[in-house]
């Protein structure tokens, strides 16, 4: 199984910054993708940012130009630098693995969100 631990949610004013990482374990032998998506109330979930094994990087066009996705693999995490909050930002935000396992299952995995609102 694959568990994902995200942290860095919180309440920040508009204009500020935060960092979200997402922390992974468990029995993957290869990494197809991570991402992060989010959703606000009443709204489906939607892709944020992604990054793939071979490092290219996608962005919805609402954060790009103000948030960053990256990793460590040494740490196993990624992290998504989000700055020039804005109210629609406003989402709990999920840290997404497209993975195989040893087993050969291929799936994507969730994490438990993490909140971030942007208020004065």
């Known amino acids: 199984q694959v568990q994902l631990v995200e942290s860095g949610g919180a309440l920040v004013q508009p204009g500020g910054s935060l960092r979200l990482s997402c922390a992974r374990s468990g029995s993957i032998r290869s990494l197809n993708a991570m991402g992060w998506y989010r959703q606000a109330p009443g709204k489906q979930r939607e892709l944020v940012a992604a990054?793939?094994?071979?490092?290219?990087?996608n962005y919805a066009d609402s954060v790009k130009g103000r948030f960053t996705i990256s990793r460590d693999n040494a740490k196993n995490t990624v992290y998504l630098q989000m700055n020039s909050l804005k109210p629609e930002d406003t989402a709990v935000y999920y840290c997404?693995?497209?993975?195989?396992?040893?087993?050969?299952?291929?799936?994507?995995?969730w994490g438990q969100g993490t909140q971030v609102t942007v208020s004065s």
């Open positions: 997404n693995v497209h993975a195989r396992l040893w087993t050969g299952v291929v799936g994507d995995y």
């Open positions: 990054i793939t094994s071979g490092g290219d990087t």
